[in-house]
């Protein structure tokens, strides 16, 4: 049970690290890819799909920000899970892979990646 918790634990601490600094880039270079937009675009065309009033404006953004940093530590947790020795390695495989899946999923799921 201590694992769980711990793993948990840490995988919401990077899921709150990782959303500040996607906010932190997003202020600083409009060029960057903004990952919040295709989070709200998500929730909004999920929703429609189930027949919901999907939220807008500022309850768009908190709804879609809470559920990313959900989504994101449940899905780092996972980390915590291995053996100790690996857990670099499986951060750093488990990372790239959540950042190769955002930038190449989007427009096979129907997304757009807005610039």
Do not use: C, W
Request: neutral net charge.
């Amino acid at each position: 049970m201590k694992k769980i918790v711990s793993s948990i634990i840490g995988g919401l601490a990077g899921a709150v690290a990782l959303n500040i600094l996607h906010q932190a880039v997003k202020a600083l270079d409009h060029d960057a890819p903004r990952v919040d937009l295709i989070g709200e675009e998500a929730l909004t065309k999920g929703m429609e799909s189930i027949g919901l009033e999907p939220p807008t404006g500022n309850a768009l953004f908190v709804a879609t920000l809470a559920g990313d940093v959900l989504s994101n530590a449940l899905y780092y947790s996972t980390i915590g899970f291995g053996r100790k020795r690996y857990l670099l390695l499986s951060g750093a495989a488990i990372g790239l892979t959540a950042g190769i899946g955002a930038l190449k999923i989007t427009e096979p799921m129907g997304l757009m990646m807005p610039r």
